[in-house]
Every structure is written in C-alpha cells, then in structure tokens.
C-alpha cells in the first residue's frame, strides 16, 4: 500500500496505515494527538470532532483514506488557526470555566470553533443546532453555550461580557 498524504496542524505527512482506519485511531495511535478523544466509536457523542477542511468533522468515522489531501486541525493545533495565541473559543472556555472532567470538551471547542468560522454572531438557534449532538456528561451545558457567545465577542474585538460595569 503506497503512503497516504495528510495535512494535520499544517505539517504535511505521510503515513503508512491501512486507509480505512478511523482518522481518530490514525491522530491518536500514531500521530500522538491525544487531545482527540474516542467516545462512541459511531459519530453520535461528538468526542472526537476535529477539522477537516474548517468544518467540524467526527473523525472516529471519517476514514484515514477519505481524509488524505485535506486539511486537518486537531485541538492541538487551533491555537495555530490564531497565529500560536489561545483560539477565541479556547480563551473563553477558560473564563467561563467550562470543563468539569474535560473529556468532550475538544470536541465541544472544535465545534464552537467551526462555528463561529461560518457564523461570525451566532443566534441561540444557531448554537442549539451546531451544538446539537454533543454529550456533555458532567453536564456544562450552560456554559458552553456562554462562553461559545463570549468567544463571538472576543473574535469580534468586542470585550464587552454584558455584566454591570457599576
């Protein structure tokens, strides 16, 4: 089997897998990106969300095949998306204080982070709906959805958080 080209984190590489290996298993196994997690192993729970091309992708049923020639950011490379600062949604996850035990929360960012790259100012539909499908089992629920509309702020420049200034 000849190598398969991927792009992930904006390093190229070449990889000698079997190409209908999970792109999860790939990043994890033998890439070292940890930060991706294995949830359900069917797409449902949104543990594994990485990038594929900007767009929020759960790689636990993406194939490594179907990934090649793509590019691919995993929480471990959105800071880089921001030129190496904290990414917007990154930064306001760590205001709100989202993450209890943090195991969903890179699928969670990477899907907020997709997000606001299509929607600039999401409505609270617009949240609901990209949001939907991801389980939280601690339960931050509120949350992401507050610090998903601050990262809207900070990406805005705006640092208006809403609160009295008195």
Known sequence: MPPISLNVNGRSIDVDADPQTPLLWLLR???????TKFGCGRGFCGACTVHV???ATRSCTL??????????TTIEGLAATNGGALHPVQQAWL??????C????AGQIMTAASLLNRT??????????????????CGTYIRIRE????????????????????
């Open 29 to 35: 196994d033998e890439l070292g990106l940890t930060g």
């Open 53 to 55: 091309d900007g767009v």
């Open 63 to 72: 194939t490594t095949e179907r990934a090649a020639g793509r590019r691919i």
């Open 95 to 100: 205001e709100h204080d989202v993450p209890q």
């Open 102 to 105: 943090g195991y969903c929360q």
């Open 120 to 137: 600039a100012r999401p409505s609270e539909s617009d949240v609901a709906t990209a949001m939907n499908g991801h389980i939280c089992r």
């Open 147 to 166: 610090a998903l509309q601050r990262a809207a702020q900070l990406r805005a420049g705006s640092d208006d958080t809403g609160g009295d200034a008195s």
